[in-house]
């Protein structure tokens, strides 16, 4: 099976899984970006926290589809 899987199988199950972690670290540990670039784009109402945990989640979403897509179509070229 993984002759089968093109290399854009594991870029976009990579990217996915990277994306599904950076959503959880975000989504429990909000102040990261004040933290880490020591600026507070929001002054403190969470507003782009809670926009990074959205689109983290979209993105998460996006790309394991993709992958999906990517497995079946190696599935099916092996039947």
Avoid: C
């Avoid at 990579?14 to 004040?34: N, P, Q, R, S």
């Avoid at 782009?48 to 099916?76: C, D, H, N, P």
């Amino acid at each position: 099976m993984k002759e089968a899987l093109r290399l854009r199988f594991w870029l976009e199950a990579g990217a996915a899984t990277v994306t599904g972690l950076l959503f959880v670290i975000t989504l429990f540990w909000h102040d990261w970006v004040e933290i880490i670039f020591d600026v507070d784009p929001d002054h403190g109402n969470g507003l782009l926290e809670w926009s990074i945990v959205g689109a983290l989640l979209v993105a998460t979403i996006i790309l394991f589809v993709f992958a999906r897509y990517e497995w079946r179509r190696a599935q099916a070229a092996l039947a």
